[in-house]
């Protein structure tokens, strides 16, 4: 299966110097790759960076980057250290339009916090039936749970019980 990471994108994220949230990356990286998932995300700083080298490291099997116009040039939206995705996409879009594009490519949704950008992400993948975990972190959670279009979105910090869920595919 092949899953879109998002929130937490960048290396001055404050979730991004947090060990709990860091470690919550690492093992989803690491999970990921055991269950030889396909991961998107974009440029993938901050906490999608961590997850992306664990995933690189335990051999997941292929990374995709959809860059939005102009992120592949900003340094605080790649991992540290910086690594080469698999497959490099330059869209060319704006932010929202890259965001509603890769979201119909995926099979479920992983969010790590995240702000407007990743909420409209949610809503995006909610409007093409596919699965969201959100690890239980940021500000987004106040909204999810007020929103009627996003009720069906897992929330939880297990990392293996959010996969176990995306598992599934699209919601029926």
């Not at 900003?74 to 540290?80: G, K, L, R, S």
Request: with cysteine; charged share 25%; net charge negative.
């Amino acid at each position: 299966m092949k899953f879109l990471i998002i929130g937490s994108c960048r290396n001055n994220d404050y979730e991004f110097r947090d060990n709990h949230y860091m470690r919550l990356a690492q093992e989803a990286g690491q999970e990921l790759a055991s269950r030889d998932h396909s991961i998107i995300t974009g440029g993938a700083g901050g906490l999608q960076g961590i997850l992306v080298g664990t995933y690189k490291r335990c051999n997941g099997p292929e990374w995709t980057a959809y860059f939005a116009e102009g992120e592949e040039e900003d340094p605080n939206a790649w991992p540290i250290p910086r690594l080469s995705p698999d497959n490099s996409v330059m869209t060319h879009l704006p932010y929202p339009k890259r965001n509603a594009d890769y979201t119909e490519l995926c099979d479920g949704v992983l969010a790590f916090s995240g702000r407007l950008l990743s909420l409209g992400e949610m809503i995006s993948a909610s409007a093409y039936r596919k699965k969201i975990f959100q690890v239980k972190m940021g500000n987004n959670l106040d909204v999810i749970g007020k929103l009627s279009e996003l009720e069906k979105i897992f929330v939880s910090v297990n990392i293996k019980s959010g996969l176990d869920f995306l598992d599934g595919g699209k919601i029926k």
